[in-house]
C-alpha cells in the first residue's frame, strides 16, 4: 500500500479522497492555489503546497508543478480526484515517467475514450449499442446531407469533448450551418479541437449510467446504474440509484454492456459508461468517463462500497475487494448538487462570502462538503459547493429525508441552488418518477415561479440571521405559522434563533 498520496485537486473532492486516504492510513498531501490557502482540503491534509495564483491554468492544470510537488513531497502516488486534469492522458503519463502511481486509468485507456468518435468506434466493435450516427468528425459541407440521412431532430457533439461543450441541437434543417459553426468554434475553445460529430437526437430519454471497477488481475465488475436524467443543460443536478426505470434484466444487459465497453480499452480502475435509454427501454451508449463520477456517492450508499477506498486498493495492485455476485443493491439513494448558482436567474453563477453555515445531519443523510464559515465563493473555479446525499430504505423514504435535509441546509452570503432542489423534491411528477432528460427545461419555469416568493422571504431573512448572529441575547418567543409552509417556518426560526 502506498505512503503518502498527492491530491491533484481542491473542494469537495479533495477533501472526500483525503479522508479515504486516512481511513487507509495513507498519509495526504494538498495543493492549493493562492485563494485556497485556506481551504478546508489544505486544513485537513497531512501537508499541503502552493501551486500558484488563480486562475487554474496557472494552478491546478500545471503538471508540472503537480509532479515537482509530488516528488518534493515523496508521495508515492497522485489522485486526479475529477475536473481539472483527470481525463487528460498526460498527467498518467507524466506520473509513469517521474515514478509516480497514477489512481486511474491508463493514459492510453483514457486517450482511447477521450476522442468521442473513435470511442464510438471501439463501441461498435465491440457490440456495444450506440446512438445512429457518424463514426467520424464531419466537414461542413458533408453535413447537411448526414444530418438527412440520420434523420432530424440531430445533435452536434465536439469530438473531443464532454461536459456538454461543443453541443448543439438542431431541429431544422436550415438551422444547421450556424449550430455546426456555434459548436466548433466552443469546442475549439473548449478543447482546442474544432471537430464536430452527428447523432440521432433522442427524445424523450433517460440519462443512466453504469459504474465499473476493474482491478489489475482481470476482473471487472459493474457497480448497478445511477439515474442522471434531472439537468439542465446537460449538466447534472440530480441522481440517483436505482432508477425507477431499470428492471433486473435491464440492468444485466446494461452492466454486461459496460463491462464489454471497459474491457475493449483494457480499462482499469474506476469509471462510469453512460448510456441514453429511450422509451422503448432501448439503451444506447453515449460515452464513457474515465475518472471517479461526482455522483459516486449514491452507488456507494446502495451498493455498501467505498469506490475511492477502491480506486486506491487497485492503483496498489490488489485485487478487488469483492465479487460480482457479493452485490447487492440496498434501498436507495439521490444526490442534489449544491451549487454558487442562482436558480431565479438563469443559474448564472454566484460569488460571495459564505456568512453563516448549518449542513444536516440525522439518520441516512451525508454532506459531501468543503464549506465554512468565511469561505470566499469566487469565480475562478466550478460553481460546485457540496454534494447533498441521502439513503433511504424506498425511494420515498429517500426523498422524504432529502426533503427534510433541504429544510435543514442553510447556506448565508451567496445563491445557491438549494431552492431549485427543493421545489422538485416536492414535485409529484419527479416523486412519480415520471421524467426524462427535458424535464427541468420543461418544468422549472413553473416550479420557479411557485416558490420565488418565498425564496425572497427566505433570503431576506437569511441576512438578518447573519446581521444578528452573536447579539441576540434573549429567547426568541414560540413561533406560529399557520400557513404550512415550511419555507416561511424554517426562514422565520433562523431569523430569530440564538446563535
Keep these: 500500500m502506498f505512503r503518502k498520496v498527492l491530491i491533484a485537486n481542491r473542494g469537495e473532492i479533495a477533501v472526500r479522497i483525503i479522508r479515504a486516504c486516512h481511513d487507509l492510513g495513507i498519509a495526504a498531501v494538498a495543493v492549493y492555489s493562492e485563494p485556497d490557502a485556506d481551504a478546508l482540503h489544505v486544513r485537513l491534509a497531512d501537508e499541503a503546497y502552493p501551486i500558484g495564483p488563480a486562475p487554474a491554468r496557472e494552478s491546478y492544470l500545471r503538471i508540472e508543478k503537480l509532479i515537482e510537488v509530488a516528488k518534493r513531497a515523496g508521495a508515492d502516488a497522485l489522485h486526479p480526484g475529477y475536473g481539472f486534469l483527470a481525463e487528460n492522458e498526460a498527467l498518467p503519463a507524466a506520473c509513469a515517467e517521474a515514478g509516480i502511481t497514477f489512481i486511474g486509468p491508463s493514459a492510453e485507456a483514457i486517450a482511447a475514450m477521450g476522442e468521442k468518435t473513435a470511442a464510438r468506434r471501439r463501441m461498435h466493435a465491440a457490440g456495444v449499442p450506440i446512438v445512429p450516427g457518424t463514426l467520424e468528425g464531419v466537414r461542413p459541407e458533408d453535413a447537411p446531407g448526414l444530418a438527412e440521412r440520420i434523420g432530424y431532430p440531430v445533435i452536434l457533439k465536439a469530438a473531443a469533448g464532454g461536459g456538454g461543450k461543443g453541443v448543439r441541437i438542431v431541429e431544422r434543417p ?92 483494457g480499462y482499469v480502475n474506476a469509471g462510469t459508461i453512460e448510456f441514453l435509454v429511450d422509451a422503448d427501454r432501448n439503451f444506447y451508449f453515449m460515452e464513457m468517463n474515465t475518472r471517479l463520477q461526482v455522483e459516486h456517492p449514491v452507488t456507494e450508499l446502495v451498493m455498501g462500497v467505498d469506490l475511492v477506498v477502491e480506486q486506491i486498493r487497485v492503483a496498489a495492485g490488489l485485487p478487488l475487494s469483492f465479487r460480482q455476485e457479493d452485490l447487492q443493491p440496498r434501498g436507495h439513494a439521490l444526490e442534489c448538487r449544491i451549487s454558487a448558482e442562482d436558480p431565479f436567474n438563469q443559474f448564472l453563477p454566484a460569488t460571495g462570502r459564505i456568512s453563516a453555515l448549518r449542513e444536516p445531519l440525522g439518520p441516512g443523510v451525508r454532506v459531501d462538503s468543503s464549506l465554512y464559515p468565511g469561505l470566499e465563493v469566487t469565480v475562478n473555479y466550478d460553481p460546485l459547493l457540496s454534494k447533498l446525499i441521502v439513503w433511504g430504505a424506498t425511494r420515498e423514504q429517500a426523498i422524504q429525508r432529502m426533503r427534510r435535509a433541504l429544510r435543514e441546509y442553510l447556506i448565508v452570503g451567496v445563491a445557491t441552488s438549494i431552492p431549485f432542489h427543493q421545489a422538485v423534491m416536492a414535485s409529484e411528477e419527479f416523486a412519480r418518477g415520471q421524467f426524462d432528460t427535458g424535464f427541468v427545461g420543461r418544468r422549472w419555469p413553473a416550479l420557479a415561479a411557485e416558490v420565488s416568493d418565498d425564496h425572497e422571504t427566505a433570503a431576506l431573512l437569511a441576512a438578518l440571521v447573519a446581521h444578528t448572529r452573536g447579539h441576540q441575547t434573549a429567547k426568541p418567543a414560540p413561533i406560529r405559522d399557520g400557513t404550512g409552509n415550511p419555507w416561511k417556518l424554517l426562514a422565520r426560526r433562523e431569523a430569530l434563533r440564538v446563535w
Design 174 to 265: 436550415e438551422d444547421l450551418p450556424a449550430a455546426l459553426r456555434s459548436a466548433s468554434s466552443e469546442a475549439l475553445s473548449a478543447f482546442g479541437d474544432g471537430s464536430i460529430y452527428l447523432e440521432k437526437y433522442i427524445a424523450p430519454a433517460r440519462h443512466i449510467e453504469i459504474q465499473i471497477l476493474a482491478d489489475q488481475h482481470g476482473t471487472t465488475v459493474s457497480l448497478g446504474e445511477r439515474e442522471c436524467s434531472i439537468q439542465r443543460r446537460l449538466q447534472k443536478l440530480i441522481e440517483e440509484s436505482p432508477s425507477v426505470v431499470v428492471d433486473a434484466p435491464l440492468r444485466q444487459r446494461m452492466g454486461e454492456a459496460a463491462i464489454a465497453a471497459a474491457r475493449a480499452v
